[in-house]
């Protein structure tokens, strides 16, 4: 209860643009929750609402139980740590991580006892005497996690906190925040646009586009059972193929049509695609559902190779179906060329399907 | 061919000429020249050598020792009130609607000379003897309040410098707030907000956050306007002329120079200003090529 945080019917606007419409979220205590989107989503607006730098238009903010729509940010119980790090350049590091508890007067032994503990936390503790200036960016980071851990907050809140690093202190820095939240347990409510961040920290992560949360789920629902076709596009790397089936039924069966060819779907979906025979959907698979064929024939997708990358620890192909063109991850060591007719296997189980004029994802119960 | 030591020299030569000609040599000649006695002619058969007699006036004649306290008082109170509002209003105009309008009517003054502002306050300034009309704003203000017409510019010894000294913040102050506008809009707002999130009240935000990181600004602005204060003049010249003990260094210096045609003691005089302004204006210099290496 402490630390949930619930957002109900929260609106912001910028001048003619809304940044946030009308949210709900709930958000569980000792969560590790990830707002996810393209940049001008609506995310840090969301993040800072909650932060109550930005004040709502409309609709309630909870933190712990508590209505803090009209507290200032200090009167929350939250800490912030900022994209750009925030630290003061003209304090030293124990004066930065110390700054919001001097700011409640704490006696100052405790303040040097808090800062100390919370500068082990984060290895940071040799560097107490130094300045900003003499830091570098992943030391800084830690500083500004640490002046944020120090408050003890009932909730965490991270505004793209990595995207300043250089690739490979982000991943290592990705795996600290990881064992961090493992370790103190706080609500953290953390916004980023980098979809493998929120894959790997991500208790929950809310999609989010145009100002709404478009899906929230556990990282693997949201890979693999995409809401709609923007999410299928937005997660993964590559992001989900599509391409356009039509619904096709006989007597005896119902299938999917990718031009001539036809396509077995699970049992469960044929009562209920038999409704919709002759409509035409969008397919959706992503690229390592797909197997490789060298031939082309005994009930295979006829494809064309046009590029074959390399990546170490697969073989990502490049390749044309009718007019669409898909991505396909095979084992590194297979031989194809560009040019070179395939044939391709969906994985029947991993097929999603999605309308084709608003592009959520077609389920059956 | 060696070219690579004379070749630097060629390139600095010509500017190290001008101001050898037009700075060094003024320089050296004022300093010499302070040593002689009152004439017109920089040299000649009636000046005559008077050891340190010129010096012995600027540091001990009462005229002089008046011009050099009026010159402190101007530079302490100019300087901490050009700086104070300066910084006050590009913080707090930041939070107001209308910033710019607002902060284009304060910067006007900075466009208005010297004399055109000092005229404009000798109006609001003007004095009447009790019983007459007052056409000074601030006399026609206090008498419509009931009270008895002030003579802003002859009360000494603190009403009339504060007049004059009041005239220069009117017209500085507008520069002063521009420049720390723009640093203050180079201070990430996310430092700002950070403190605020850890429990930082606004005036705290400003004294622990904003104070500090406009610090070096402040020291260059603040330098800049004691070197402006100290060759103050013009406003001195046009609304009181010097008297009623509102004697400053400049002022002097020009009367000695064009009134009494006394070259040695304006010479004197000079130097004395060149002397008080040098340490700022190396200070500033210093700042100006460290400022890169302090962010």
Request: net charge positive; aromatic share 10%; hydrophobic share 50%.
């Given at each position: 209860?402490?630390g949930e ?14 940044a946030?419409?009308d ?6 205590e000792a ?6 989107g393209?940049?001008?989503?609506g995310?840090?607006?969301?993040l ?6 930005e004040?709502?238009?409309r609709?309630?903010?909870f ?5 803090v729509?009209?507290?200032p940010p200090a009167?929350?119980g939250?800490?912030m740590?900022f994209q750009?790090y ?5 304090m ?6 110390g700054f919001?508890l001097r700011?409640?007067h704490?006696p100052?032994e405790e303040?040097k006892?808090?800062v100390r503990?919370?500068?082990?936390l984060?290895?940071i503790d040799e ?9 570098s960016?992943g030391?800084r980071?830690?500083v500004?996690?640490a ?10 809140l991270?505004?793209?906190p990595?995207s300043n690093?250089?690739?490979l202190l982000?991943l290592?820095m ?6 961090l939240h493992?370790e103190?347990g706080t ?7 980098d979809?493998i961040?929120?894959?790997s920290?991500g208790?929950?992560i809310a999609v989010?586009r145009?100002?709404e949360?478009?899906q929230?789920?556990?990282p693997?629902?949201v ?11 937005f997660i993964?790397?590559p992001?989900m193929?599509?391409l ?23 049992d ?8 919709m025979t ?10 390592e559902?797909?197997?490789?064929h060298?031939e082309?024939?005994?009930g ?9 990358e390399?990546l ?5 192909l490049?390749v044309?179906?009718g007019d ?7 084992k590194?060591?297979l031989?194809v060329?560009?040019g070179q ?6 994985v029947k ?15 059956f119960p | ?7 630097p020299?060629l390139f600095?030569g010509?500017?190290l000429i001008?101001?050898?000609?037009f ?8 300093i010499?020249r ?7 002619e920089?040299?000649g058969?009636n000046?005559q050598?008077?050891?340190l ?8 004649s009462?005229t002089?020792?008046l011009?050099?306290r009026n010159?402190?008082f ?5 300087t901490f009130?050009?700086?104070t ?6 913080v ?7 910033e710019?309008?607002?902060k284009s009517?304060?910067f006007v003054?900075?466009a ?9 306050w000798k109006?609001?300034y003007?004095y009447r003897a009790?019983?007459l009309?007052?056409i000074?704003?601030l ?9 008895k017409?002030v003579?802003?510019l002859?009360e000494r010894?603190w ?18 707030m521009?420049i720390?506008?723009a640093?203050?809009?180079n201070?990430?707002r ?11 009240t ?7 956050v904003?104070?500090p990181l406009?610090?070096?600004t402040?020291a260059?602005?603040?330098t800049t ?7 103050v003049f013009d ?10 003990g509102?004697?400053?260094?400049a002022n002097r210096?020009?009367k000695e ?21 040098v340490?700022f204006?190396?200070?500033?210099l210093?700042?100006?090529t ?6």
């Amino acid at each position: 209860m402490a630390g949930e945080i619930e957002l109900k019917g929260i609106r912001k606007t910028f001048g003619k643009v809304e940044a946030v419409k009308d949210l709900d979220l709930l958000v569980q205590e000792a969560e590790f929750l990830v707002l996810l989107g393209p940049s001008g989503c609506g995310k840090t607006t969301t993040l800072r609402c909650i932060a109550g730098l930005e004040r709502v238009d409309r609709g309630k903010v909870f933190i712990g139980g508590r209505d803090v729509t009209e507290l200032p940010p200090a009167k929350r119980g939250i800490a912030m740590v900022f994209q750009s790090y925030a630290v003061f350049p003209h304090m030293t590091v124990e004066k930065n991580i110390g700054f919001g508890l001097r700011m409640r007067h704490l006696p100052k032994e405790e303040i040097k006892k808090a800062v100390r503990e919370v500068a082990e936390l984060l290895q940071i503790d040799e560097l107490l005497d130094r300045y900003p200036s003499q830091l570098s960016g992943g030391q800084r980071q830690r500083v500004a996690v640490a002046r944020a851990l120090v408050m003890r907050p009932e909730v965490l809140l991270m505004d793209e906190p990595l995207s300043n690093l250089d690739a490979l202190l982000r991943l290592q820095m990705r795996a600290e925040l990881k064992r961090l939240h493992r370790e103190i347990g706080t609500t953290t409510v953390y916004v980023t646009h980098d979809q493998i961040e929120a894959l790997s920290l991500g208790d929950r992560i809310a999609v989010m586009r145009e100002g709404e949360i478009v899906q929230l789920d556990t990282p693997n629902e949201v890979y693999d059972k995409p809401a709609n076709v923007f999410v299928g596009g937005f997660i993964g790397t590559p992001p989900m193929n599509f391409l356009k089936a039509k619904v096709l039924a006989d007597d005896k069966d119902v299938f999917l049509a990718i031009g001539d060819f036809r396509l077995e779907v699970p049992d469960v979906w044929k009562a209920h695609l038999r409704e919709m025979t002759d409509k035409t959907v969008i397919l959706g698979i992503r690229a390592e559902n797909i197997e490789v064929h060298p031939e082309t024939n005994g009930g295979r997708l006829p494809a064309n190779v046009i590029v074959a990358e390399p990546l170490g620890s697969q073989q990502l192909l490049t390749v044309q179906v009718g007019d669409d063109v898909l991505k396909v991850a095979t084992k590194p060591d297979l031989s194809v060329q560009p040019g070179q007719a395939i044939g391709l296997a969906l994985v029947k189980d991993k097929i999603r399907i999605f309308d084709v004029q608003t592009g959520a994802a077609i389920t059956f119960p | 061919m060696r070219t690579g030591r004379w070749q630097p020299w060629l390139f600095v030569g010509p500017a190290l000429i001008i101001i050898a000609f037009f700075l060094v040599y003024p320089t050296v000649m004022t300093i010499v020249r302070s040593f002689f006695g009152r004439g017109q002619e920089l040299f000649g058969p009636n000046v005559q050598f008077v050891g340190l007699a010129n010096w012995k006036y600027v540091f001990t004649s009462p005229t002089m020792l008046l011009a050099l306290r009026n010159n402190a008082f101007w530079v302490v109170m100019f300087t901490f009130f050009t700086v104070t509002f300066g910084v006050l209003l590009a913080v707090l105009l930041d939070r107001v609607r209308y910033e710019r309008i607002i902060k284009s009517i304060v910067f006007v003054p900075a466009a208005i000379s010297y004399v055109g502002a000092s005229i404009i306050w000798k109006f609001v300034y003007a004095y009447r003897a009790e019983g007459l009309p007052q056409i000074g704003l601030l006399n026609a203000i206090v008498v419509a309040l009931g009270g008895k017409p002030v003579g802003w510019l002859i009360e000494r010894p603190w009403i009339n410098n504060i007049c004059l000294i009041v005239v220069g913040i009117w017209i500085w102050t507008g520069f002063c707030m521009v420049i720390f506008s723009a640093a203050y809009k180079n201070i990430p707002r996310a430092l700002l907000e950070a403190a605020r999130i850890d429990g930082a009240t606004e005036w705290q935000v400003f004294r622990k956050v904003t104070l500090p990181l406009l610090g070096p600004t402040i020291a260059v602005v603040a330098t800049t306007m004691v070197v402006q204060v100290l060759k103050v003049f013009d406003i001195v010249f046009v609304m009181t002329n010097g008297a009623y003990g509102t004697e400053v260094i400049a002022n002097r210096m020009y009367k000695e120079m064009f009134n009494f045609f006394n070259y040695g003691r304006a010479s004197a005089i000079a130097v004395v200003l060149l002397f008080l302004i040098v340490p700022f204006m190396v200070s500033n210099l210093r700042r100006f090529t460290q400022q890169g290496v302090t962010r």
